[in-house]
């Protein structure tokens, strides 16, 4: 429901008159003054529901009793505004007479096992506040404050007024932490299952790595390949989410120390300080996104490694291929030069013969009878010259 | 004009987006019919491809291999008195689209996760029952998927609805 709907059928039901840029109403309901305000910021609606019962100048009943249940009235307001907040923080203004007073108060608040955690002197007034509930899943994130003024001076509206936005804004960047927190919760549940699976997948790529490399076919390295791409892209979007929104819980974060030291808290005793009590709370929420981001970086050095196996594998590979190619190659070289060699003989008796068959035809024109004799005198003459011509054509130029 | 199911929503979170963008709104049974079609589709190209033409639940065993081949989140844990266990871990598609733009993770894997499974499983023979028994999006550590020969339904246990 919009924030100005809201206020519209709060005053359908109680009345009273909007304040000057209609983001605040103010009515009246018995003897109960009641004030609105609603602040709206990126969709987040925040909303400060002050009530009081006693008149200006008027003095509260300390009373404890009415702390432990809402009036009737918060109730009936309650229902107007969104179900299931992330964030609610419950200021208790309470009047006492005197410090002493103001103790007595706190022991037996203590008592009834609402112990107050921390306390700190703000201005004029003693604040004691506890976490009541933390932002567990689906539940509201809640911290009381008690607020009592210092050495029973009585309430100073406009310092309360001050104080109460000051806290309201606390509020608004609480739970602006917590939403972000809500929203990456799932995430942080699923990384411990998602990085055992994913750690185990890279431990059965490494061994199938191992094998020996006559055992790896190019197809089982292009499909581990396709896996760790598509295991990287997953992780790089996850990882790149979480990274945006810590930046921007962490920017919340300064913001809220920056308020809370703007509050000037002084130590009240040997309680902890509200400001570091809410400090320690909040760092607690921004814990689990550097978790998330070292563990997403652990596992992409992790695929990074599996990556360089692959890329040193594949060139392992290529390594062996080029040496067997060389060798294979002399090989082919060297049968090549035999096979020259055996040419070049053939060579030397073909041109032999041919000789000798010229001669013979020559010899039988000028010594019949003798030709037979006288062609086989003149084989190693023809051999002679066969081997010398064929010096001549390879002479190396 | 008609619903489409984007074919390359396991790799490229951004088109979930649109697709939750664009049918958000749309009936939800339709959109399952139509990932249910998707999955027979692909079931049936697979037992073609592979020649397969059984239909009990060691063939689907191999559809099942052949589907989940490129994608290494989805592994079959085991195939015994005649059910299928496939679980699914690490970083899935749907879920690291989900948490990582925010979308409704219940709502997409009841559209396209799991009626494109009972899809896949009915190529195989439409009798075959996937009962979702652990589901991610309601916080558990991984998905499993149990199929079994029965009557042909997609059962949700911890939502009490199984559907035709």
Redesign the interface.
């Known amino acids: 429901m919009e924030p100005q709907i809201v206020l519209e059928k709060m005053q359908e039901k109680h009345g009273g008159d909007y304040s000057k840029d209609d983001r605040a109403l103010e009515f009246k309901s018995g003897r109960v003054s009641g004030y609105v305000h609603c602040e709206t910021e990126d969709k987040i609606q925040s909303y400060l529901v002050a009530l009081s019962g006693v008149d200006l100048g008027e003095k509260s009943d300390s009373s404890l009793l009415s702390w432990d249940k809402d009036p009737e009235l918060i109730e009936d307001l309650k229902q107007f505004l969104p179900d299931n907040p992330v964030c609610n923080f419950t200021l208790r203004f309470i009047h006492v007479k005197n410090k002493k007073e103001a103790l007595a108060l706190v022991q037996r608040y203590d008592w009834n096992k609402r112990r107050l955690k921390c306390a700190g002197i703000i201005g004029d007034f003693l604040l004691f506040s506890r976490l009541a509930k933390s932002g567990s899943p689906g539940k509201t994130h809640s911290r009381e404050f008690v607020i009592l003024p210092l050495e029973g001076s009585g309430i100073d509206v406009n310092d309360a007024w001050t104080l109460s936005f000051d806290l309201f804004s606390l509020t608004i960047l609480s739970g602006q932490m917590y939403l972000l927190y809500n929203?990456?919760r799932?995430?942080f549940?699923?990384m411990?299952?998602?990085e055992?699976?994913?750690q185990m997948?890279i431990n059965e790529i490494v061994a199938q790595l191992r094998r020996p490399v006559e055992e790896i076919k190019p197809g089982d390295l292009e499909?581990i390949l396709?896996?760790i791409t598509?295991?990287f892209?997953?992780?790089s979007?996850?990882g790149?989410?979480m990274t945006r929104d810590h930046v921007k819980i962490k920017a919340i974060f300064r913001s809220l120390r920056g308020l809370l030291r703007g509050l000037n808290e002084s130590p009240y005793e040997n309680y902890m300080t509200i400001t570091s009590d809410v400090i320690e709370e909040h760092e607690g929420i921004i814990v689990p996104f550097e978790v998330f981001i070292g563990r997403a970086e652990a596992l992409h050095s992790q695929l990074n490694t599996v990556l360089d196996s692959v890329r040193t594998y594949l060139g392992i590979q290529q390594q062996k291929m080029s040496i067997m190619e060389q060798t294979s190659s002399r090989e082919q070289l060297v049968r090549l030069v035999n096979l020259q060699e055996i040419l070049h003989k053939l060579e030397i008796l073909v041109v032999a013969f041919y000789l000798t068959e010229m001669a013979r035809i020559v010899i039988e024109t000028v010594s019949h009878e003798n030709a037979g004799l006288l062609t086989a005198a003149f084989i190693p003459f023809a051999l002679l010259i066969s081997i010398l011509i064929g010096k001549v054509l390879h002479k190396p130029h | 004009m008609g619903l489409t199911i984007p074919g390359d929503w396991f790799?490229n979170?951004r088109v979930l987006d649109e697709f939750h963008k664009k049918y958000g709104g749309y009936p939800v049974g339709e959109i399952r019919k139509v990932s249910y079609e998707q999955g027979l589709a692909f079931g049936r190209s697979i037992k073609a491809e592979l020649g397969l033409r059984g239909d009990d639940i060691e063939t689907l065993a191999i559809v099942l291999r052949a589907a989940m081949?490129?994608?290494?989140?989805a592994k079959i844990m085991g195939v015994e008195e005649g059910r299928i266990h496939l679980r699914n871990?690490?970083?899935c598609?749907l879920?690291?689209?989900c948490?990582?733009?925010?979308l409704p993770?219940t709502w997409l894997c009841s559209v396209l996760g799991w009626p494109f499974f009972h899809g896949l499983a009915a190529a195989v023979n439409p009798r075959i029952d996937l009962t979702m028994t652990k589901r991610?999006?309601k916080?558990d550590?991984?998905c499993d998927h149990i199929f079994e020969i029965g009557e042909g339904k997609l059962i949700i246990p911890e939502d009490g609805t199984s559907r035709a």
């Open positions: 929203d990456r799932l995430m549940e699923q411990e299952a998602s055992t699976s994913t997948r499909d396709k896996e598509v295991q892209s997953r992780l979007t996850l790149s989410t | 790799v979170p081949r490129d994608e290494p989140t871990s690490g970083f598609p879920m690291t689209a948490l990582s733009m925010n993770w991610r999006e916080g550590p991984y």
